[in-house]
Antibody, heavy 121, light 110 residues
Framework: QVQLVQSGAEVKKPGASVKVSCKVSGYTLTELSMHWVRQAPGKGLEWMGG????????IYAQKFQGRVTMTEDTSTDTAYMELSSLRSEDTAVYYC??????????????WGQGTLVTVSS | SYVLTQPPSVSVAPGKTARITCGGNNIGSKSVHWYQQKPGQAPVLVIY???DRPSGIPERFSGSNSGNTATLTISRVEAGDEADYYCQVWDSSSDHGEVVFGGGTKLTVL
């Protein structure tokens, strides 16, 4: 059973960066494909990007290209998502989720508990 | 980019059947996945590959996909099924492909 435990809530000023962590247990990070999904208050789910095992690289949603970086520390089985140049519209709960890549599709079977990032001056 | 359209809300009485649709251009050619999200909680996968159920998901949850519409069906609805439901596909039309979510449907149990 995979468990994903995320870092705590953050408050950031516009223009700053935020780095959210996601600690894996039950499996090693190298056995998983980690993705990040966010949800603005009262809004729907929005995919930000994740690791595609078929290409062997991290892919990002076009909307976040150049502003988001997803990394992994396999020594601690921790994944990170860093979002820069924050603006108020980035206020959201950020989730890590493990992706399954099969038959030309992706879906997400395990999710972290979410991290609230608030961007406010 | 690919767009998935869901009704904002669906209401159903306990014990009845709820059907939540997800519309997309030729969505029947894609695999559709469904998530349930209760207030303050992370999403939970309830259907994958159009109609498969993860272990632990009741048989009351089923899915279908054809033409331009995918449907999540919840039979014998219970109060505990009240939640937001999201459909999701993989759109391979762009360079690297993208995950696309529908806007979500709030299921209210009357």
């Amino acid at each position: 059973q995979v468990q994903l435990v995320q870092s705590g809530a953050e408050v950031k000023k516009p223009g700053a960066s935020v780095k959210v962590s996601c600690k894996v247990s039950g499996y090693t990070l190298t056995e998983l494909s980690m993705h990040w999904v966010r949800q603005a208050p009262g809004k729907g789910l929005e995919w930000m990007g994740g690791f595609d095992p078929e290409d062997g690289e991290t892919i990002y949603a076009q909307k976040f290209q150049g502003r988001v970086t997803m990394t992994e520390d396999t020594s601690t089985d921790t994944a990170y998502m860093e979002l820069s140049s924050l603006r108020s519209e980035d206020t959201a709960v950020y989730y890590c989720a493990t992706g399954v890549r099969s038959y030309s599709t992706h879906y997400f079977d395990y999710w972290g508990q979410g991290t609230l990032v608030t961007v406010s001056s | 980019s690919y767009v998935l359209t869901q009704p904002p809300s669906v209401s159903v009485a306990p014990g009845k059947t709820a059907r939540i649709t997800c519309g997309g251009n030729n969505i029947g050619s894609k695999s559709v996945h469904w998530y349930q999200q209760k207030p303050g909680q992370a999403p939970v996968l309830v259907i994958y590959y159009d109609s498969d159920r993860p272990s632990g998901i009741p048989e009351r949850f089923s899915g279908s996909n054809s033409g331009n519409t995918a449907t999540l069906t919840i039979s014998r609805v219970e109060a505990g099924d009240e939640a937001d439901y999201y459909c999701q596909v993989w759109d391979s039309s762009s360079d690297h492909g993208e995950v696309v979510f529908g806007g979500g449907t709030k299921l209210t149990v009357l």
